[in-house]
């Protein structure tokens, strides 16, 4: 059997560099980032990040798991997908929305994203393996098992629910546009969710 105690250690020591290098990207982008760096902000050896990752691809692997899984249980650990389908699509969007309002270690990480996408799209697709595709799946299978809603397309549906809430939180709060073209959430939410789930009214010849 394993040592629990040696594993506990390990994965706190993990943590640890995870949490250093974290700090290190977001201040320096990935590629002005050097596992020295890492190790300092981190207070360990450059061995013991090589123990624990091959290397920085693999630390920054790393962060984004572990940051998209923290948001995406955030936003969908406590959602109940058993109530009527306006409830639901308000309450994600809400919780979305507010999470994005104030978490701005998030923000700053979607902004390094997205900077280093151009050089680097290998780590952009990364982001989307481990969360946007992950949320249209999960969206998806929950539009396709209520056909009351009259979606042809319940993963096209799915990304234009989630695209339009992103796009509100890219011009909103990533390119600092609420001072200049400010919109309230909560307006936002209420005519997304009525656009998906209000009924088609055909007009009276």
């Known amino acids: 059997m394993g040592n629990p105690s040696g594993s506990a250690a390990a994965a706190l020591k993990r943590q640890q560099i995870l949490q250093g290098a974290l700090q290190i990207f977001l201040q320096n982008g990935y590629e002005g980032t050097s596992m020295d760096r890492v190790a300092a902000a981190a207070g360990v050896s450059k061995i013991t990040i090589y123990k624990h990752f091959q290397d920085k691809e693999g630390v920054f692997t790393a962060l984004i798991e572990q940051v998209t899984g923290q948001r995406f249980q955030t936003v969908f650990g406590h959602l109940s997908f058993t109530e009527a389908p306006a409830l ?14 104030t978490d701005e270690e998030y923000i700053a990480f979607l902004r390094l994203i997205i900077g280093e996408s151009g050089r680097f799209p290998e780590l ?14 999960l969206l998806s299978d ?4 209520h056909p009351a809603l009259h979606q042809s397309h ?13 796009s509100y939180v890219l011009t909103q709060n990533i390119l600092h546009g609420e001072a200049i073209a400010p919109m309230p959430p909560d307006l936002f939410i209420d005519c997304l969710v009525d656009t998906l789930v209000c009924p088609v009214v055909t007009p009276l010849p």
């Open 88 to 101: 639901v699509l308000r309450r994600l969007a809400k919780t979305l929305l507010d999470m994005l309002a």
């Open 124 to 137: 952009a697709q990364l982001f989307i393996r481990a969360l946007p595709q992950r949320v249209w799946a």
């Open 142 to 145: 929950y539009f396709a098992a």
């Open 154 to 166: 319940p993963e096209a549906t799915a990304r234009i629910f989630m695209g339009s809430l992103m």
